[in-house]
């Protein structure tokens, strides 16, 4: 039945996902983020400057739990937030230095996991 196949694909895509964020984290941990910080400063290096509660949607949690996040991330020296210039109630979310040095590393990290899942494909 097509539904059979459909079913397990499904299956396989989500035990590939799997594995392969598994083998990233693996990689990255010397680094020092959680799996939801590295998903944070992700989004932040593709859209520097992104506001909090935009953040919030695009990773899919609860705006409390962003704030949290960021806030643990700012204590780390990963990221700042600033005031937006036109709603100063809007925090804007920056990658320091140190993010976007460990955002090469964890682009170079994610090709090598990517490549490596390819092989013998």
């Known amino acids: 039945m097509v539904s059979d196949g459909i079913d397990r694909l499904g299956f396989l895509i989500h035990d590939v996902q799997r594995l392969m964020r598994k083998r990233f984290e693996a990689r990255a941990s010397g680094l020092g983020l959680s799996s939801a910080q590295w998903r944070l400063l992700v989004r932040v290096a593709k859209e520097d400057g992104v506001a909090q509660a935009r953040l919030a ?22 990221i700042e937030r600033r005031s937006d210039a036109a709603d100063r109630r809007v925090r804007m979310i920056f990658l320091t230095p140190k993010a976007s040095d460990a ?18 494909v």
Do not use: F, Q, T
Request: hydrophobic share 40%; net charge negative.
């Open 57 to 78: 949607e695009l990773l899919e949690i609860e705006p409390i739990s962003v704030s949290r996040l960021v806030d643990r991330m700012e204590e780390g020296g990963w």
């Open 103 to 120: 955002y090469a590393v964890i682009k170079s990290i994610a090709g090598e996991v990517y490549e490596e899942s390819l092989v013998n």
